[in-house]
């Protein structure tokens, strides 16, 4: 079956360091990838998405570029601050006749200090 | 354009009460999801619906959830009887066919 694996958290970096958070797949087919951010108390967000091969998706000054070959879409970014603290999930959509069924990683907990 | 609503945000009952959640999806959106989400992992798919059918349900645990999308617009889920395992945030998600899912700001539910 499919399924998404990333890193463990939690991750602690200071403001305007480098982020990256690791994120591997295992999928039958060409599914598409996302990585979704999870602000305390709120619902999931779209931060960004590929949807096939090669693709880089980025929004926010995050990025993560669909590799195929190496089956992983690790989330980077040259710096943080601290609004970025939050929870990240790496997810895929596989399609399944009608049915496009996300499958997500156990999430990964950023914070972010002065 | 709102956002996904539900409702309610909160809600605490004891092992073997039952209790219901109510989503609005965004206008528009044929497909909504119900996600499970147990402290510490991913949501995980209980059931998505195309307009009022059922699309999968392959991992709702059927002999205690149920749920239903009348009219193709608002969806129920519900629990009857409810276990101390069923503690977790649920999540309702909408979308337009095979594109990204919007997710509402779910309801955590504890069962004592």
Same mark, same amino acid.
């Given at each position: 079956?499919?399924?998404?694996?990333?890193?463990?958290?939690?991750?602690?970096?200071?403001?305007? /360091? $480098?982020?990256?958070?690791?994120?591997?797949?295992?999928?039958?087919?060409?599914?598409?990838?996302?990585?979704?951010?999870?602000?305390?108390?709120?619902? =999931?967000?779209? =931060?960004?998405?590929?949807?096939?091969?090669?693709?880089?998706?980025?929004?926010?000054?995050?990025? /993560?570029?669909?590799?195929?070959?190496?089956?992983?879409?690790?989330?980077?970014?040259?710096?943080?601050?601290?609004?970025?603290?939050?929870?990240? $999930?790496?997810?895929?959509?596989?399609?399944?006749?009608?049915?496009?069924? =996300?499958?997500?990683?156990?999430?990964?907990?950023?914070?972010?200090?002065? | 354009?709102? %956002?996904?609503?539900?409702? +309610?945000?909160?809600?605490?009952?004891?092992?073997?009460? @039952?209790?219901?959640?109510?989503?609005?999806?965004? @206008?528009?959106?044929?497909?909504?999801?119900?996600?499970?989400? &147990?402290?510490?992992? %991913?949501?995980?798919?209980?059931?998505?619906? *195309?307009?009022?059918?059922?699309?999968?349900?392959?991992?709702?645990?059927?002999?205690?959830? @149920?749920?239903?999308?009348?009219?193709?617009?608002? @969806?129920?889920?519900? &629990?009857? +009887?409810?276990?101390?395992?069923?503690?977790?945030?649920?999540?309702?998600?909408?979308?337009?066919?095979?594109?990204? *899912?919007?997710? %509402?700001? %779910?309801?955590?539910?504890?069962?004592?």
């Amino acid at each position: 079956g499919n399924s998404v694996t990333q890193m463990e958290g939690p991750v602690t970096l200071s403001e305007e /360091a $480098f982020l990256t958070i690791n994120c591997t797949y295992t999928a039958t087919g060409y599914p598409s990838l996302f990585w979704y951010v999870q602000y305390p108390g709120e619902g =999931l967000q779209l =931060l960004l998405k590929a949807t096939k091969a090669d693709d880089k998706g980025s929004n926010k000054g995050f990025e /993560a570029t669909y590799r195929k070959e190496t089956t992983s879409f690790h989330l980077e970014k040259g710096s943080v601050q601290v609004s970025d603290s939050a929870v990240y $999930f790496c997810a895929l959509s596989a399609r399944t006749g009608t049915a496009s069924k =996300l499958t997500f990683g156990t999430g990964t907990r950023l914070q972010v200090t002065l | 354009e709102a %956002g996904v609503a539900q409702s +309610p945000r909160y809600k605490i009952i004891e092992k073997r009460q @039952s209790v219901a959640f109510w989503c609005n999806p965004i @206008s528009g959106h044929a497909t909504l999801y119900w996600y499970q989400q &147990i402290l510490g992992q %991913g949501p995980k798919l209980l059931i998505q619906f *195309q307009n009022n059918g059922v699309v999968d349900d392959s991992q709702l645990p059927k002999d205690r959830f @149920s749920a239903e999308r009348l009219k193709g617009v608002d @969806s129920t889920l519900k &629990i009857q +009887p409810a276990k101390l395992e069923d503690s977790a945030v649920y999540l309702c998600a909408s979308s337009l066919v095979r594109v990204e *899912q919007y997710f %509402g700001p %779910g309801t955590r539910l504890t069962v004592t």
